[in-house]
């Protein structure tokens, strides 16, 4: 059937635009298609990541169960090296230092605290890394551990640790006898722990130990 004139103008007029453009249309096509190529591909890549770590997260607590201690060390040093980006590495690496403190083996629990405390992604995994970091720098007790573990203390608290933060500096001054800078964090503590009714009530009473021994008042 032969096109009328309207139809046969709208033609020439797709062809010529078709003409003019067709190496950009094409490129804007191929670039989309693949981003969605990549991002399924992404998509498949940390699904089947978060799965491998989550079976090698099972031998580590295998191993713990067993008490075998470098089995356990070994899948939390895997865990870190080839599935860094789940959060299956820091929450290994958390459990990882608690069994080299234990141990004896400070140096250890140390790297794997810092390994967490810069690689975390989740804020919880992030925040609990570098309050631990912190209490085991300021119980090691040298110059440069307190060093570092003000640095730390510098940094602008995890969301959700923000009394932690403040009990930790006070601990911080404790330890080197700043009494009085150290019953200021402490009641600055207990007031943001007062409005966090989420807070466990052991942390709250030992907060409030800490805060007797300087002199502070709960308020």
Do not use: C, H
């Amino acid at each position: 059937m032969p096109l009328d004139l309207e139809e046969q103008e709208q033609l020439d007029q797709f062809k010529a635009f078709w003409q003019k453009y067709r190496n950009l249309v094409t490129g804007v096509v191929t670039v989309a298609l693949f981003a969605y190529a990549a991002y399924s591909g992404y998509q498949w890549w940390r699904n089947s990541q978060a799965l491998e770590a989550s079976k090698l997260y099972e031998t580590m607590v295998t191993a713990i169960a067993k008490g075998d201690k470098e089995q356990t060390l070994r899948a939390a040093d895997d865990l870190q090296k080839d599935y860094a980006r789940t959060p299956y590495a820091p929450m290994s690496s958390l459990v990882a230092a608690r069994i080299a403190s234990d141990a004896g083996d400070n140096a250890k629990a140390l790297d794997y605290l810092r390994w967490a405390a810069k690689n975390a992604s989740n804020d919880g995994y992030l925040g609990l890394a570098k309050m631990r970091l912190v209490s085991q720098l300021i119980e090691l007790g040298t110059e440069k551990d307190f060093s570092e573990a003000d640095q730390i203390l510098k940094e602008k608290p995890i969301t959700g640790f923000n009394a932690l933060w403040l009990e930790r500096r006070g601990d911080w001054y404790l330890v080197q006898k700043k009494m009085d800078q150290a019953k200021v964090s402490y009641q600055d503590a207990w007031k943001t722990v007062d409005q966090a009714k989420e807070f466990p009530e052991e942390a709250r009473r030992l907060l409030k130990v800490k805060l007797d021994a300087v002199g502070g008042v709960a308020q």
